[in-house]
């Protein structure tokens, strides 16, 4: 069965990359139930699918990765999304709050966490998000920057 | 002329308050696995277990990529970890994966190279995987099939080469929880 990691990548079943990566199911099965527990969490914290997935959209078009670009944009037509977080999907800026200070947490821990520091939490929580909503932002965050290269991985060494 | 670096270990503290075990939901103590020592649950875990159901998740795959038997050899999952690290600016999580990989070579030939800015002293397996995690790290990756060949040249096999994918990809998300939720300490 093609999961969403082989989709990213672009496997099908007859790769031989398809099949070593069979060879961690731990991975495969892991990487899965990630993905269901930042994008669709039993309990979303407040923070809604529609929101999550416009996110990691505009995390994938930082990663300029096409995959995952359009696997997002699509999650997100079927989800019927407000014009402000399409805005938020397509990489806005001139947003309303909170949505711009998530907007710029976002860019900022994509493109270059090793600038992060202390105030950029500070900013959330002025924003008004509570601690359980800045942690799952932050693990929906880390996880899109996981699988956006781990697909990478995987599509070099389909092809190299 | 520095011959050996040792690196002291780090604390690390969360710039948002932790869950109290205390007042943590039956979810948040079941993530935890809290056991009759539950004081000593350490600060991240209790930082992170604000979204258990992520928590959870993340730490058994976390734990299946560093530590499951066979494929890559252990010391080069650290060094895949360690060039994240330094890419993401994950000082906390540098020193923790530089020591552990120093005590699993027993050897501080590489953590020396890398402190004094030398990766190409390094061995061409080490310079390899070294390079190949600080390409991929990058945002967007500047990973290329080239990097994917050279790990090939060295003579690492297609299930290998997943599992240092896994590693360097799994520390795009831990230094990006441990560098940004919290900031790292001097030892006492």
Redesign the interface.
Known sequence: MIDAMDKAAGLSPDD??FS??R??P??VD??E??R???LQ???D?GLAQGLRVALAHRMAA????QALIAEYGAQLAVLDPTEEVLALARGATDLDEPLATIARHVDL??????????K???KL?EAGLD??Q???L??????V??????A???R??R?? | MINSVRLKPLNWRPHIAPVEVSEATPEQLDAMKVTPSAKKVSEYVRTLVHDPESYVARTLLFNAIMYVEGGLARPDRELGALGASIVNGCKFCAVVHARRHAELTKSDYLVTALYLDKPETLAPRDVAIYRFARRLSATPSEATEEDIASLRSVGMDDIEIIDLIHAISIFGWANRLMHVLGHAESGK
């Open positions: 031989a990359v070593a990566r060879f961690r731990e991975f892991g990487a139930l990630c269901l527990s930042v969490p039993k309990s914290q930082l990663n300029a990765d821990i994509t493109l270059a966490p090793i600038q992060a520091d202390a950029d939490i500070a929580t601690n359980p800045i942690v799952a932050s693990e929906l965050i880390a996880f920057n996981f699988q956006t290269r781990v990478t991985g995987l070099l060494m092809s190299a």
